[in-house]
């Protein structure tokens, strides 16, 4: 079966052509089983393409196709390597608007505010990364006068990466683009509700690479993604997803002794202290939670500190921006929020929303359900702002990776940054101030991995991005990550006595 590598406009017809394959050595597969599994439009509930459902026996032959590329691919020069993978950008650059439409309807993201603009940052990503080639050097070491000892950077081998379903154009292009560009090879096993999207990058990106470079696989966790990580050819893994599964995966990579990146959940606060520009905050809060994306999102800033002087006006221009949003269908130019992923987590989050109203918080419902009948097994969810919620309530607590914001009321700089930390997690913090002692003072202390002050930006190419405690291991998205986690450094000698 061929599909067409010319960009395509038309989604449904797309998700079709690319049904039942792996990518694997250059080729579209079908799964060894030749079992496949459904790929399903969650703003319609209509089954929209197959995915090859993979199992032990496509990972191995996925994994002998990498290793057998990446005794050549090494050899190729870094900065050739790089031009490569900036090409694949170039490529994919021209795919910005065909891979929104598919990754929207596979997700239900919004088009206009989600879908496209992730199919361009895919594609930067690329072109970021082809640029540091020649950035991967070594040194010389002052060991002895008449011994010339110096390092280099030598790439891992194959890596496998695991990718969740909320974002996997971007976090699969921060794991590929610097795997590839240090001279490793990849197989990737897509999330089971978007297995199509990553598909059909990773077809454009073979027109460009050697074969066997990057290699995709569909299927579930256990019976894909645990062989995968426990192939014995596999050098390295990079994961992101829930902490739950990280743990599994961290598990299988410490068997094994092969190192683990892993980027898991998030319960991120922001800091909205009296003196803030309010509108700013509110937009940053409105960025910060991905409303958006219905709030799938690891980075969420899901917990909302504001100071008690200021209080209930953030809460009400919250309510009011969020309420002028329009849910409805993802392809539609016009709609602001689309759809939870799946039943599954549509029923999670709302047994969140359930517990925090049990909880006694007031639950403040924004916008309205779409009326158009073809959407009626749509999985929408109205967007949830909690108030007056306990702390240990458990939407205040837990990862929702849903449209629910907490916002609780404070009177204390001091108070507000302990509540902040008081978290298991440490993903990213924000601090919203006019007074420069307190947003110094608040950049220092707050326990997290990426820390703002008066903006929420996300995930940028060359800004490291990635947590402390169980957040996760490991940075991603930078010059030192490559570095970091897709090289190893290797001591010569030349003894010239
Ligand atoms: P998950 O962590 O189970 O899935 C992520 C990836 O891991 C998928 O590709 C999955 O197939 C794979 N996987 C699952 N079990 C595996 C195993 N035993 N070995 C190897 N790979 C395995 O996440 P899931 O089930 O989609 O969502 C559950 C919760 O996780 C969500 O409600 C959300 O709270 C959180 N989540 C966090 C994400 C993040 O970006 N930090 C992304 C997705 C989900
Ligand atoms: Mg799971």
């Not at 082809?130 to 991967?136: N, R």
């Not at 695991?162 to 999330?191: E, H």
Request: charged share 20%.
């Amino acid at each position: 079966m061929t599909v067409s590598t010319a960009p395509q406009s038309d989604p449904h017809a797309l998700a079709q052509a690319l049904s039942g394959h792996h990518l694997i050595d250059g080729a579209f597969v079908a799964a060894a089983s030749g079992r496949t599994f459904d790929v399903v439009n969650p703003a319609t509930g209509v089954v929209i393409g197959q995915a090859a459902e993979g199992d032990a026996a496509d990972v191995d032959r996925a994994v002998a196709a990498a290793a057998a590329a990446q005794a050549e691919w090494k050899t190729v020069p870094a900065r050739q390597r790089g031009k490569l993978v900036a090409a694949c950008g170039a490529r994919l650059a021209e795919h910005v608007d065909e891979l929104g439409r598919l990754i929207a309807l596979e997700t239900g993201k919004a088009l206009r505010t989600e879908s496209r603009v992730e199919a361009s940052v895919l594609a930067d990503m690329f072109v970021f990364f082809g640029g540091l080639g020649s950035e991967l050097k070594g040194e010389t070491v002052p060991f002895n006068p008449s011994m010339m000892t110096v390092t280099v950077r030598e790439p891992v081998g194959v890596v496998g990466a695991i990718i969740p379903w909320n974002v996997p154009l971007l976090l699969m292009a921060m794991k590929i683009a610097p795997a590839l560009v240090a001279g490793n090879t990849v197989v990737v096993k897509s999330a089971e509700e978007a297995p199509l999207t990553v598909l059909r990058v990773c077809q454009i990106m073979n027109e460009i690479l050697p074969a066997g470079c990057f290699n995709m696989l569909s299927g579930f966790g256990p019976e894909c993604g645990g062989p995968l990580v426990a192939h014995p050819k596999v050098a390295k893994v990079s994961f992101t997803g829930s902490v739950e599964t990280g743990r599994i995966v961290a598990r299988a990579a410490a068997d094994r002794l092969i190192p683990a990146t892993l980027e898991l959940g998030g319960k991120s606060p922001m800091i909205v202290m009296g003196d803030a520009d309010l509108d700013r905050a509110v937009e940053g809060a409105i960025t910060g939670m991905r409303f958006t994306r219905q709030g799938q999102s690891c980075t969420a800033s899901s917990r909302i500190y504001v100071h008690e002087s200021v209080h209930d006006a953030f809460v009400e221009k919250v309510r009011a921006r969020v309420d002028a949003m329009k849910m409805g269908d993802p392809l539609d130019e016009e709609t602001d929020i689309g759809t939870i992923i799946s039943p599954q987590q549509l029923e999670k989050v709302k047994g969140y929303i359930e517990a925090g109203r049990k909880a006694g918080a007031t639950a403040i419902t924004c916008s309205r359900m779409p009326k158009d009948p073809a959407l009626s097994k749509g999985l929408f969810l109205q967007p949830v702002v909690f108030t007056d919620i306990a702390a240990d309530a458990p939407p205040a607590k837990e990862e929702i990776f849903g449209p629910v914001a907490c916002i609780f009321r404070f009177s204390d700089y001091e108070e507000a940054l302990a509540a902040a930390n008081d978290s298991e997690y440490g993903l990213a913090a924000t601090i919203w101030t006019k007074d420069l002692r307190t947003a110094m003072d608040a950049t220092q202390r707050l326990e997290a991995g990426f820390v703002q002050v008066n903006q929420n930006l996300v995930v940028q190419p060359n800004l490291s991005y990635g947590g402390v405690k169980s957040s996760g291991l490991g940075k991603e998205a930078s010059l030192e990550s490559m570095l970091e986690h897709f090289t190893h450094k290797k001591t010569i000698i030349f003894n010239m006595t």
